[in-house]
């Protein structure tokens, strides 16, 4: 391959078809200029409604409009600037355009701070009345209602002032960690399998444990550790502080713990998390299974956590276009049904796709837009079958948000994070399934069947291994203890060993994984990764095996927004949440999965 043909193409040289359609947001740059502007006018006209919002269920109505209309404004301001930067991030125009949005959106945030405040202070029984004599009112009453059950945790308007006030030192934790993790932390150099010096980063962390020089594994995992035990006492303290932080949140807000404060917001049970836990350990054995398949593949008398990446079949040398791809997963989808795949086939004909990388354009992939723009996808396809699940993927994200906008109102327009990875995951799945039976070649086959593996053990086992450290944490925090080195070491220690199993070898180093994980300082958040993806994987094979029954239920969640609580979206979708079920069944999945692939071994 020539020189040439390994250089990244200037935006300019893509053909127009493989660029997504921003002039559907806003047909110019100065277009997008005049909204700016305007917008502070619209939030001058909300603001005259502070002291007035309870006077009578009009001026209450009024007032949620006016605001939803100017938050749709401000999202097409920010998302068209971070596009538009994302595409090219070395324009310094875009770079200017997309810092002034995000200004832009603390400014008005801060004018409106004014509104939940004043509408909790409304008595119950007032807004119930309002509802029901209003018949535009009526569109928030599910809105409303939230609020009204969370009021009993909102404080006085004096103490919800004071609580704001130390709104900064409460970030303080994750601010300081991502200083020390982004800033100022080195890896060092490792020689590279061509024996070049390369330095270990964030970014190249997992691609080097995924290199087939163990050597190369070994000291990237070794590396990387090093830098962190260098760091422990100051990275021990700023955890503790921020799981001290959301102790005291809690108890302010009159909750039974810090963790149910994080479920209430989407009115999870606290079952819920209780038992993603509780059945991920009764079905550990299956975790276990696998790793000895890992060592028995990659033929090696020890197999260490640095050999827990490196895949045990290597990525076939295929190359598929992106045009084949696209009919690729618009086959493996069709169960579906035939108005969903229509729509993908609209949408990657017409401008919801920025297909290929070019110079300066953000790596990785992701779904992106806003309530009146197309469902945006960014992607950096290169023709491997990872691009291909990669597509899907952001695809289900797409689809939920475009069924979501063309059936609910801008108040239900988004989703939550408990349920938004579920479309992108049901997608996966069945192309996954599509593929499998699809495919005649045993490495192929070998390859997909460890790709689908791989997924389980990083989201759902994973996953809920940090979950269950973080509550190890905050029950540790709320019974007085403090959250020392040797602590945070050695209970992380002995979950890794639990979920591993015997045939690891569990490297001493591994102790300070704690220490490198971002998701920790937003507390109980990462279990959603695991309920999700369980949810999809329940959602998928109900889909396949009961057909159009199933096929509707789950087109309706998709056209469902937030307009319930997420338990309430996937039960009617036919997924209890509520009940260790779906995550039984999902590992009834992950178990066929092991089998299938022992028979190759």
């Known amino acids: 391959m020539s020189q040439d043909s390994k250089k990244l193409k200037r935006r300019e040289e893509i053909d127009e078809i493989y660029k997504w359609d921003l002039k559907k947001m806003y047909e110019s740059d100065e277009a997008w200029e005049k909204d700016f502007i305007t917008v502070r006018e619209k939030a001058e006209e909300i603001q005259d409604y502070e002291g007035k919002l309870g006077i009578s269920s009009q001026s209450l109505y009024e007032a949620l409009n006016k605001k939803d209309q100017l938050a749709r404004v401000i999202g097409n301001i920010y ?47 007032k807004i119930l009345n309002y509802i029901d004599e209003n018949e535009q009112l009526k569109m928030y009453d599910f809105f409303l209602k939230d609020l009204i059950r969370l009021k009993k945790h909102v404080l006085t308007k004096q103490e919800e002032f004071i609580v704001s006030q130390f709104g900064e030192l409460v970030s303080a934790p994750e601010n300081i960690f991502r200083m020390i993790n982004n800033a100022d932390i080195k890896f060092g150099f490792i020689k ?4 070049d010096e ?131 997963i618009l086959e493996g989808l069709s169960p579906l049904g035939e108005d969903y795949t229509s729509i993908m086939k609209e949408g990657f004909k017409s401008g919801w796709i920025d297909v290929y990388e070019n110079e300066g354009k953000t790596s990785g992939a992701y779904s992106f837009g806003t309530y009146d723009s197309p469902p945006y996808i960014l992607l950096n396809y290169t023709n491997s079958i990872k691009d291909i699940f990669t597509t899907a993927h952001e695809m289900g994200h797409s ?62 086992f994973r996953q809920t ?61 990462v279990y959603k990764y695991a309920t999700g993806y369980s949810a999809a994987i329940e959602l998928s094979r109900k889909i396949l095996d009961e057909g159009a029954t199933s096929q509707e239920k789950y087109i309706n969640f998709l056209k469902s927004g937030n307009s319930d609580y997420p338990v309430n979206l996937l039960k009617r979708a036919g997924v209890d949440m509520a009940t260790p079920e779906p995550i039984e069944n999902a590992m009834k999945i992950f178990e066929k999965l092991v089998e299938q692939f022992e028979m190759f071994v």
């Open 79 to 125: 998302v068209y600037a971070r596009m538009k930067k994302d595409e090219d991030n070395r324009i310094s125009k875009y770079q200017a355009m997309s810092e002034k949005a995000q200004s832009l959106s603390v400014e008005i945030g801060t004018k409106l701070s004014f509104f939940i405040p004043e509408l909790t202070e409304i008595p119950e029984e």
């Open 192 to 195: 590279d399998e061509e024996g």
């Open 198 to 328: 390369i330095e270990v980063t964030h970014g190249r962390f997992i691609n080097l444990l995924e290199s087939s020089d163990r050597r190369v594994r070994e000291e990237a995992f070794n590396a990387l550790y090093t830098a962190y035990e260098k760091q422990k006492n100051t990275l021990a303290a700023t955890y503790n502080y921020s799981a001290k932080g959301d102790v005291v949140s809690a108890k302010l807000r009159k909750y039974d713990s810090s963790l149910a404060q994080e479920l209430s917001g989407d009115n999870i049970p606290v079952e819920v998390y209780d038992n993603l836990i509780k059945t991920v350990h009764k079905n550990i054995d299956l975790v276990h299974r696998y790793i000895k398949i890992r060592k028995r593949m990659l033929n090696i008398k020890e197999l260490h956590i640095y050999d827990l990446y490196t895949p045990m079949v290597k990525e076939m040398n295929q190359n598929i276009p992106y045009e084949e791809g696209r009919k690729i």
């Open 399 to 460: 689809m939920h948000s475009y069924l979501t906008r063309q059936h609910q109102p801008y108040v239900y327009g988004g989703h939550s994070i408990f349920t938004a990875e579920v479309a992108s995951t049901v997608n996966e799945a069945l192309l996954m399934e599509y593929m499998i039976q699809r495919s005649k070649d045993k490495v192929e086959k070998m390859y997909l069947l460890n790709y689908y593996m791989e997924q389980f053990r990083s989201t759902l």
């Open 465 to 525: 291994m940090f979950a269950e450290f973080e509550k190890l944490t905050h029950d540790a925090v709320e019974a007085g203890e403090i959250l020392t080195v040797d602590w945070l070491s050695e209970t992380y220690y002995h979950l890794n060993k639990f979920y591993y199993g015997d045939e690891l070898i569990h490297d001493d180093k591994i102790r300070m994984e704690w220490a490198r994980i971002p998701h920790f300082y937003s507390a109980f958040y």
